[in-house]
Nanobody, 124 residues
């Protein structure tokens, strides 16, 4: 069993930046693929970024490529999402997720554990 707790969200002006963190408890964190998703009001949950077990491979949604960076620290059981150049359309609840697999994943169905989410609000 893995429990995930996100933090770091908040209210920020357009063009600003945030660093989201997600701390995991439980075993097998270091052998899990991790991901960040988001859900904006009235919209479906969407993939944002993913990272494989070692951190050697990452992938991003086109809408955040070049602005968001996912990373992980297996010694701290933590995954991060550094976000810069925020836009109002980035406003959403951001969730981290963990999958019991080594290879990177982008579909929500591939993930086994989810955090409760952290709100990011970007004002124009």
């Amino acid at each position: 069993q893995v429990q995930l707790v996100e933090s770091g969200g908040g209210l920020v002006q357009a063009g600003g930046s945030l660093r989201l963190s997600c701390v995991a408890t439980g075993r097998a964190f270091s052998s899990s693929t991790l991901g960040w998703f988001r859900r904006a009001p009235g919209r479906e949950r969407e993939f944002v970024a993913g990272i494989n077990w070692s951190g050697g491979r990452t992938t991003y949604a086109d809408s955040v490529q070049g602005r968001f960076t996912i990373s992980r620290d297996n010694a701290k059981n933590t995954v991060y999402l550094q976000v810069i150049s925020l836009k109002p359309e980035d406003t959403a609840v951001y969730y981290c997720a963990a999958a019991r697999r080594l290879t990177i994943a982008t579909m929500p169905e591939a993930f086994d554990y989810w955090g409760q989410g952290t709100q990011v609000t970007v004002s124009s």
